[in-house]
Every structure is written in C-alpha cells, then in structure tokens.
C-alpha cells in the first residue's frame, strides 16, 4: 500500500514539483526511458522526465508503479515526514534552507509534495520555491564568476 497520495490527486503545481525534484536516473532506468550508466545530457533527462510525466498521467499501471518505487526509495524520509505534527511541517522545511543538504531534498520534496495532509503539499511547493531560486541564484553567480575570472 502507497504512502503517498496518488498522483493523479495532486495539483499541477504538486505533479510538477514531484517530476522536477523528485524522478531522477534510477526512475527514468526502471521505467525504460534511459539505459543504466548512459550519460544523458540535462536537456535529454528533462525532456525524458516529461515523457514519463505524461506517461505516468494517462496509465494508472505507469503511476502505480512508479509511486511504489519513489515510496520505497523515500521510505525513511516518508515515515519521519508523517509522524510529524503539522505545526513542525514548516520546521523541517526551514532547517533545511538554513543548511541545505542537496541529497535530502528529492526524499523531502517526495515526502511533502505527496502528503495526504493539505499543509505538508503546500510546504512541499514552498520549499521547491524556494529550493528552485537558490539554485538558479547559484548558477548564476557562478556563471558570473567564471566570466569575471
């Protein structure tokens, strides 16, 4: 049984926070959209993404199968994320802009984002917000390094 609500209950605004943070390689492998040790280019995988987005919201079987496998490779994050009190949601997604640890945000992003509980998807959208700015914020800053350098 999923922990997860089912992705055809979530927002666009959910659906795409989940695709964009949440699917990576190991998804898109098991899916059989992208081949084990392939390199893909940041374009390619986006454009794979979507597809399976797509995919996933016309075939039940396709989002079944793809929850499960986002629920088991979250499992730890999900089972914290659901213990916590709603007062705490808004907590966990502050410390974590207060010292971002990039390979905790999928699971918590996954966790939030497909919560059964109204105000854990909405402070899922918030921290990919704001997760979302502090990336492109860096990227330019470095990308104004490196012409400055």
């Known amino acids: 049984m999923p922990l997860s609500i089912p992705l055809n209950q979530l927002s666009c605004l959910g659906l ?13 492998v098991e899916m059989g959209l992208e081949v084990k040790g392939q390199e893909t280019s940041p374009a390619e995988r986006v454009r794979r993404v979507r597809a399976l987005m797509r995919h996933a919201n016309s075939e039940p079987a396709v989002r079944q199968r793809l929850t499960a496998a986002l629920d088991l490779r979250y499992a730890d994050t999900l089972l914290f994320v659901r213990t916590l009190d709603e007062a705490d949601l808004s907590g966990v997604a502050q410390a974590w802009l207060d010292t971002p640890h990039p390979e905790a945000l999928p699971g918590l992003i996954w966790a939030l984002a497909t919560d059964p509980r109204e105000q854990a998807r909405r402070v899922g959208i918030g921290l990919a917000r704001e997760a979302t700015w502090i990336s492109c914020h860096a990227l330019l800053e470095n990308g104004r390094e490196v012409e400055s350098g």
């Open 16 to 28: 795409n926070t989940v695709f964009t943070f949440s699917v990576g390689a190991a998804e898109l």
